[in-house]
């Protein structure tokens, strides 16, 4: 099982729109950040080559690199974590485990299955979700007290926003790209 670690501040998660500039976003994080790899838009002959090729850059620069998608998937790919809604982190494994939140049913969901880190979205509007509601500043923060594991704000999250949240942990898509 994982051992309790202390997670990233800092992510930067993959998209079809991030993905032409990503080797150049990777070689601007600081050492000890995450990379969370999504890519869901590739077939996986082409996911798994885009993978290979961008985890080779981050584990050169000492970054995290998640993978979501199943715990087998991630052993065969050799990704230190993965990432996606509460229940896909069961069974537990031995990788670093994202769950992806959005109310406090699933924050509860989480909490139970033990994962090691929340994404917590959308924090504010996102070109993910257009014309999504979107948490603010204060639910994010009422949602965030009751996870038992650490936070990290997503959506719309920039380093502006970052400080105007007022929380140390965060992913951007867009933001870092």
Partial sequence: MVTRQTLPH???????????????????????????????????????????QLARIARARGIVTVLADSALTATEWGAGGIYGAPRSLWPRRRHLRLATVHSLSEIGAANLLGADGLLLSPAFPTRSHPGGKSLGPLRFRLLARHAKAPVIALGGMDRRKARRLGWKRWAAIDGLS
């Fill in 10 to 52: 800092l992510w930067l998660i993959s998209d079809a729109r991030n993905d032409a500039g990503l080797e150049a976003a990777l070689g601007r994080l600081p050492r000890g950040s995450g990379f969370i790899y999504r890519h869901y838009h590739l077939e996986p002959p082409e996911r798994i080559a885009r993978f290979r």
